[in-house]
Each structure stands twice: as C-alpha cells, then as structure tokens.
C-alpha cells in the first residue's frame, strides 16, 4: 500500500493551505498548460486519480463531462470532496493506486494531477489505465519532474560563479526518495523521464505531448517569485493517446 | 551556416584523441544503447549526419545497408573518412545541416551521434528528416542530454552534504550556450527535452523509445570512472518512426 501521508495531521493541516489549496485550480500556476493538454470534455467519462478536494472533479463537469469518478488514499480528502460537491454525476472513492481496478473501456479520459511520483509500481498502473480507457481515448497527467526529485536531498545552492543553481545527482538510480514536506520522510519514487515515457509507448499509449513547466513571462510579472522556476522544471505535464 | 569548429586546428586535434575517435564504435559506452534502438539494416538506404570520420557509416554496411551517405560539415572529418572507406556504396560530403536538403523519401534510416546539439534550427532540420524518409523509416539519433547542456557552466559541485552534484540551471531558457571543449567557445544549442519531443511529434515522427545514457554494472565495473554517469545523464538517444 502506497504511504497516506495526506491523513497524518500535520501534513494535511500545512497542505490545506497551499494556494492550489485554497483558490483551487486557479492557484496552480500550470493549470493553463494542463488545459491545453486536455481534450474537449463533452459528454466524457473521466476518472480523476489522486483527486484530493476535487476542484478538477468538479470543472470537469463544469465543462461537460458526463461523469466524473475520483479516487484518492486520503480519508480526509474524499470526506471534504464529498461535503464540497453537489452533483450526482461525479462519484468520490477511497483508493489506492498501487492496487486500484477500473472497468475496461469504461473511459474516455483518466486525468491525474501531481500523484504518480507517489506510486511505486507505475508500469501496473499504466496497464491497467490503458486497459480502463476506450479506444480514442486519453490520459493527461502531471508529476514532479525528476529533474527536480532525482537527487537525494533536492535543493537550490549557489554555484562557485554565484549563480543559483538546481543540484541533480543519482538521476539515473530508480527508486525511493525520502522528503521533509509538511511532515518528515514523505516517500516518492523517482523514475528517470525515459522510463515514465518508455512505460507509456510499451503500454501502448502514443506520446502526444510533453511540457516542461515553466511559468510564462505574464505570470513572472505578476509572481516574480515564479522566475526561479525557470532554473529548472519542478513539473513534468504529459498527455498520451490510445488508438 | 553552423560554427565549424572541428576545422579549428586545435579542436581538431584534441578531438581525434578522444577514445571512441581512436577505437571507434566500441570506444563510446553508449554504442550498445544505440544498436538497440536500430533497425535491422539488410538493404537499407542510410544516412549519417554529423558522420565524422565515418565509424559508424561502415558498421551499417558491414551490417548490410545497402548505401550510406555520410554527411559532415568538417573538411578535415571528411576527408579522413574518406581515406579510410573502401566502399563505392558509401559516400562522403561536406554539408551544414542548417541548410542541408536530402532528395524526398528516398531514405529508411537517418542516423546521427552528438550532433543535433549544434544545429541552430532543430524543426526546419526535423521536417527535412521527415520527408527524406520513406513511410516505415526510422530517426535514431543521440544528443548531448538538456540536464547536462543546460547550465551557463555546466560543472560538477559539491554539495552541502558533501554529495557529489551536477549543476542544472537555465533550464527553461532556449539558446545558445558556450563551452570551452577542445578550443574555447563551442557554440552548442539548448533545447528542452520536450521541445525536442513535440518537435518529432509535430513533424509527424510516432516516438519509439528513448534512453538517457547510464552505464551498465559491468561497464562501471570495467571503467569505474563512468559511475559519475549515474549522477545526471550526459547523453540522450532517440528512435522515432515515419509511419
């Protein structure tokens, strides 16, 4: 079973306060690249894995879709998505990835925002997505970026020319990274961007595209703090097709 | 016209003594990457950009194909090679891959090794590529990887906990970079992994696979100083496929 990190209280407490949080998908500067990553919504059954308070639940019906189905590991999640949506069409289950079975080509779009960096067996999960999608339909997700999680404590430093610099190390080695974020020894698993892709294509998915977030000079301008960003990508947004 | 600094008398000479110059194919780690990613070259019409002293020009004909033409933009590269090729259905010409224009789907493989980083205009050279194939030819190509050529002085650091660390920074800032390599100012070109992704895919190239370089425990074993390639990736291979 994957870490529940979302049900330990300190954690939730501090995350429940991130922007993304409070002002929902609006407070997440990718959010627009993502939308340009999806297809049209009408009339789509979507499974949204890892879908904490279900602010992407909801705009999907917002936009359409006929029904959403979210899943998340956390208690905490799922009770305050449940007490904050009022529509019949969009169903809130507690899950966990690493085992989690969905019907066969019962969907036309599996979306998943910054979750499957703490899935350990990605190759099952690729499977079984593609296995629940119909033909022609679509999977768009986004993660950390292992540019930003590779390295065994992941930091900015200055470099011996003063400038700020990303550190990068073990990149190539696979497997657990322990975090301090909101709570000690969150556990993620790092894979390098070659096998998030490879796993895709071998699953049978065709790669549409890929984006490297980076904040666009606007949302510089309006969030100087959102320039370091352009140091190094800290997301990583795919979209990927079934034929 | 691209910077031709493999004319530079000292470059060139520096050059010539790397191993994989010297022993050729088997003297680059990433060689058993590469011929993973080929096809099967029986009767294949090849062609080779950046083809230097045309190492890899005669492994495909050894291996059947049935012409190769090799193209470089050294003088000195290609006139070594064709001293050293003895094969009427290899040949040799001096060409910027700026500029260069091959006949129309007359082609079933383009091939190229550590190149594509100095090509200034990436797309124009992606879609000649394209059209030069033939319907079911392949792109495998290898670059210099974006984790390694990002940074204004790409070096390896120390990091507060004494970790051994590559430096990223710069990212998300397309352009050119200068290095000192041989001779000083070495133009090369930073992309994006996924500009160089979407790129392919917006060419109408189907992404087959890709590798970031990391050697093998018995490589490591043999050549302990590889091991640092496990740190951050150096080289990034590409297989891409014309449908």
Redesign the interface.
């Known amino acids: 079973m994957a870490q529940n990190i979302y049900d330990n209280p300190d954690f939730f407490a501090g995350y429940s306060r991130l922007p993304r949080q409070v002002k929902g998908l609006e407070g997440a500067p990718e959010w627009p690249a993502i939308r340009a990553l999806l297809p049209d919504l009408s009339g789509k059954r979507v499974v949204d894995l890892g879908c904490g308070f279900g602010w992407a639940s909801r705009w999907f019906r917002e936009q359409g879709a006929a029904s959403v189905l979210g899943f998340d590991l956390s208690r905490n999640m799922i009770e305050r998505a449940r007490d904050e949506t009022m529509d019949a069409c969009i169903d809130y289950r507690i899950a966990d990835l690493e085992t989690l079975e969905l019907p066969e080509a019962a969907s036309d779009l599996v979306y998943s925002a910054l979750t499957f960096h703490y899935v350990r067996n990605f190759e099952r999960l690729v499977r079984m997505m593609h296995a629940a999608l119909v033909p022609g339909g679509d999977l768009v997700f986004t993660i950390e970026h292992p ?1 930003f999680m ?4 992941p ?1 900015w ?1 200055m ?3 003063g ?11 696979v497997g657990e990274r322990h975090t301090d974020w909101f709570a000690k020894g969150v556990v993620k698993h790092h894979r ?3 096998i998030t ?2 796993t895709l ?1 071998g699953s049978g998915f ?7 977030f ?1 904040p666009t000079p606007e949302q510089i301008a309006e969030f100087p703090d959102l320039a370091e ?5 800290m997301m990583l947004l795919i979209s990927a097709h079934k034929s």
Do not use: C, F
């Not at 065709?206 to 490297?212: D, H, S, V």
């Not at 960003?229 to 990508?233: S, Y």
């Open positions: 540019i590779a390295a065994s404590h930091h430093t470099d011996e020319d400038q700020k610099t990303w550190t990068v190390n073990g990149y190539s080695i390098t961007l070659a892709i490879n294509i065709e790669l549409r595209r890929m984006i490297e980076a960003e352009l140091e190094r990508p």
